[in-house]
């Protein structure tokens, strides 16, 4: 038999394609057999993915790392700032668990900031309604200081 090749993670392997098609006829059969090989076999998948990490490293945590981002429906690799190890706001300074990247020029998407969900939230609403909010702000406080 040929060679088995594997572009893009599919495989020209008969016994591969047989299992991924048994795979999408009873996935949750298949989930359940996943998650039971991963309570069986924990430890060994974690030591695993810790040597994977530490072997790279670099992939993990490059200086200028590049990412995939959606710009206007366009999909493109830019380079980020380096994600905080802290895991602080830049925005808050508060500790999150999970912290998103925003940029505000399409068309210079490799500055941002790295900010929280809820200032992620905040600072979109900002950019989107600022102008409507304040101008709205300052004609209702005229309107109510005269009369």
């Known amino acids: 038999m ?21 795979r999408k006829r009873n996935l949750e059969k298949a989930r359940e057999n996943s998650k039971k090989y991963y309570l069986k076999n924990r430890e060994k998948i974690c ?19 590049m990412s995939r981002l959606s710009v206007n429906g366009k999909r493109i ?8 190890n802290n895991q602080i706001c830049e925005l808050c300074h508060k500790v999150k668990k999970r912290l998103g990247y925003h940029h505000w020029d399409d068309d210079k998407p490799e500055f941002g900031m790295w900010i929280c969900i809820r200032c992620h939230h905040f600072v979109e609403t ?12 300052n004609t209702l406080k005229e309107e109510i200081e005269n009369g």
């Open 2 to 22: 040929g060679e088995t090749v594997t572009v893009m993670g599919y495989s020209n392997n008969p016994d591969a394609i047989r299992v991924g098609r048994w």
């Open 47 to 65: 030591l695993r993915m810790r040597e994977w990490g530490k072997k790279n490293r670099t992939k993990l945590r490059g200086k200028e790392r």
């Open 77 to 84: 690799r830019i380079k980020k700032r380096v994600y905080p």
């Open 126 to 137: 900002l950019e989107e309604y600022s102008d409507k909010i304040v101008k709205e702000y």
